[in-house]
């Protein structure tokens, strides 16, 4: 008789936690169905395993890839009492990761363990101390991946039989279906907002009144979008100029076009120069920047362009310039030398050579200073230096220049009369 009360007592004890462990699966279900924080569900979760389950502890530890393969406690309920502090698991086959929650997520099966067994050594009396005797941790997994593990710990040393354990998996499994729903869909929400953010960066920009812009289509040339700079520069009304192609603006071939375009297709990103048309028939010089990007699972070009019409005119007329005043400076029986701001040597003409006895290609791109005599350095150099600083256009001061050592020259170095001048390009 008194077996059979053992019997019917047991068979109680473990209905009973059955029945906690059935109840704490439902409301853990029903926290899930209305989670919308990560974390705010994985506290819900270790709370209700401990007042509806009737555990000491749990708590959910997130499998980190550094250098230890360490385990982040990341939510946790019951009586802690600083535990988790002190825990230092790893999930690496070490010391410190062959406890259950280590070996749960190294291997992705359920562990349970006693705080006696060996495996327990270093946690065991911090374990103890806190009223926990047995323990069982579950994997949570996102497809064939551990990312985690729920470890529960109980008073009982007998705790987590099979039945048990089987319930507790399929909640584990319920709260890693969970978690990566939160996470999938806080990964799109932060997607879509920043693709929100993005378009609204693009359209502040594309909508820029002095930067012209145009989205082409590399396949066929066409216009697909532009801005309203691109209108007020090209001269077209913007629901016009989107309906053309861009080969009624470049003034290039056919032939040459398509190859300009697949250039542009192919790297990506890209710079040219040409030369387009405007709707009243002037023809412009352009610095084109081209890049591709994704629109709606089609790749289209989206080019800056800027007039350098006025540029390139500057740039002809300052070679222009520059090759009178090299025509003239050749014909003049002085020395003429030409320096950066620095004091190197940019030009020097032909007479150098001749009085000096420096071809020009040994003296360009060294400093003039090379070339005095040392006392004159100095003074030369403020002289320099105020001219630069103060902007005076003309002065004239005496300096030595050493003659180039050469059995043709008697002398070793010559007097010479400087004209400084500022000259602003």
Not at 204 to 211: D, E, I, R
Not at 318 to 345: H, Y
């Amino acid at each position: 008789m008194i077996y059979m009360d053992r019997m019917e007592t047991q068979a109680e004890h473990e209905l009973h936690k059955l029945n906690r462990a059935l109840l704490a699966i439902s409301k853990c279900n029903q926290a899930m169905l209305h989670a919308h924080d990560e974390m705010e569900l994985l506290h819900d979760i270790c709370r209700i395993v401990v007042e509806e389950g009737g555990y000491r502890m749990a708590w959910v530890g997130y499998a980190q890839h550094d250098q230890t393969k360490s385990v982040r406690p990341v939510a946790q309920a019951g009586f802690d009492e600083g535990y988790l502090d002190t825990l230092q698991v790893s999930w690496a086959d070490v010391e410190r990761g062959r406890g259950p929650t280590g070996t749960t997520i190294r291997t992705g099966q359920p562990c349970s363990a006693l705080v006696t067994d060996q495996r327990y050594e270093p946690w065991r009396g911090e374990a103890i101390t806190r009223g926990y005797a047995s323990s069982q941790s579950l994997p949570l997994k996102s497809g064939d991946m551990v990312f985690g593990a729920l470890s529960i710990y109980s008073v009982l040393p007998d705790s987590f039989n099979a039945e048990e354990r089987m319930l507790l998996t399929s909640l584990a499994d319920n709260l890693a279906y969970g978690i990566t729903m939160l996470q999938t869909r806080k990964a799109r929400e932060v997607m879509e907002d920043e693709l929100r953010q993005s378009e609204a960066r693009y359209r502040s920009l594309f909508q820029n009144k002095h930067t012209v812009m145009l989205i082409i289509d590399p396949r066929d040339g066409m216009i697909v979008d532009a801005n309203p700079a691109a209108a007020s520069f090209y001269g077209w009304g913007l629901d016009e100029l989107c309906k053309m192609n861009i080969a009624q603006i470049n003034l290039l071939t056919e032939k040459e076009l398509q190859i300009e375009l697949q250039r542009a297709y192919n790297k990506e990103c890209d710079h040219f120069v040409f030369r387009h048309r405007r709707a009243d028939g002037s023809v412009c010089d352009v610095d084109v920047v081209s890049c591709i990007f994704p629109v709606q699972g089609q790749s289209l070009l989206f080019s800056i362009v800027t007039d350098i019409t006025e540029k390139l005119k500057a740039e002809e007329a300052l070679r222009d310039s520059e090759k009178k005043f090299r025509a003239i400076t050749e014909q003049m029986v002085e020395t003429v030398f030409v320096t950066d701001t620095r004091g190197v040597l940019t030009y020097v003409s032909q007479a150098v050579e001749k009085i000096f006895g420096y071809p020009s290609q040994d003296v360009i791109g060294h400093h003039f200073t090379e070339y005095l005599v040392d006392d004159e350095i100095p003074e030369a150099l403020v002289i320099f230096n105020n001219t630069l600083q103060d902007y005076l256009t003309d002065q004239i001061v005496e300096f030595r220049f050493m003659k180039k050592m050469d059995p043709n020259f008697s002398e070793k170095f010559i007097y010479t009369f400087i004209r400084i001048r500022i000259h602003q390009a």
